[in-house]
């Protein structure tokens, strides 16, 4: 695993990439891709890294993306968050908003203790109000129990919000139907789940996991951030991107796209 902190300067905001822990997600986990290419490409299977955001904003306050795996999911494999934010000198207490690219656990069971109480009490959870809709209720997911026990924390966004801070919403759905990311002024981009593996989905963006909700949407947000990416000058990274460079830019190669140094 690559070092767990890395650090961006976006404008005014310092964000600080923290790898929560890895997952190993095996073989199958792009259902309609080349296994040969895929076998190739990824012999040990898909191990991505689970990385949170912490954006440090000029005037002091704090704001984390997404809130990792927590201890208690995929046996163990997260829940670093904490130690880091303590390393850096940050109490859960002072984290001002989470902002979520979606509900899934390795984005959002970090977000409750084992016995349900909030990690961040005095924080925003802040989501798309599709991802809202979509696991309002169904209590027997992590997205479900985030909802019921932090209601009153809950504050909901549409696509292209201004979130202050120099950040604005950008709704990439498909992956869930709240999926988004997170656009800064700056030229930075935080995009989530639109990649799980770079050296797949880069050379073919149209190469989905069997995690989507709605591949041919997903498929759709991914050309769209992309070629956003590139079309503007944007330096991204995104919530599963593994090894030590975190931060990267896009050029177009082929039918797709290949990363280069920001």
């Keep these: 695993m690559a070092p767990p902190i890395t650090r961006f300067r976006a404008g005014l905001t310092e964000v600080l990439c923290l790898t929560d822990g890895q997952l190993d997600l095996g073989t199958g986990v792009f259902p309609e891709a080349d296994p040969e290419w895929v076998a190739a490409v990824l012999p040990q299977g898909l191990k991505p890294e689970v990385n949170v955001y912490l954006l440090r904003h000029a005037d002091g306050t704090l704001d984390l993306v997404d809130a990792g795996c927590g201890s208690v999911i995929y046996e163990g494999a997260g829940g670093r968050l904490l130690g880091l934010l303590d390393g850096l000198g940050v109490a859960p207490e002072e984290i001002d908003r989470v902002i979520f690219t979606h509900l899934h656990g390795d984005h959002a069971a970090g977000t409750l203790h084992p016995d349900g109480i909030p990690v961040f009490p005095a924080a925003r959870l802040v989501m798309h109000a599709a991802e809202q809709a979509f696991w309002q209720g169904r209590e027997e997911t992590v997205g479900g129990r985030l909802l019921a026990a932090c209601a009153e924390q809950v504050e909901v ?28 002024d700056s030229g930075l981009a935080l995009i989530g789940d639109v990649i799980h593996c770079p050296e797949l989905q880069l050379p073919d963006p149209d190469i989905h996991t ?42 177009v190669e082929g039918n797709g796209y290949r990363s280069i140094a920001p």
């Design 157 to 184: 966004v549409g696509d292209g919000d201004n979130l202050g801070q120099g950040l604005q919403t950008w709704h990439l759905p498909g992956h869930t139907p709240g999926h988004m990311g997170l656009r800064f």
């Design 210 to 251: 069997r995690y989507d909700v709605d591949p041919a949407q997903g498929d759709a947000s991914r050309r769209l951030a992309l070629q956003t990416i590139v079309d503007d000058g944007l330096v991204f990274s995104s919530s599963h991107l593994t090894g030590a460079e975190k931060f990267l830019r896009l050029e």
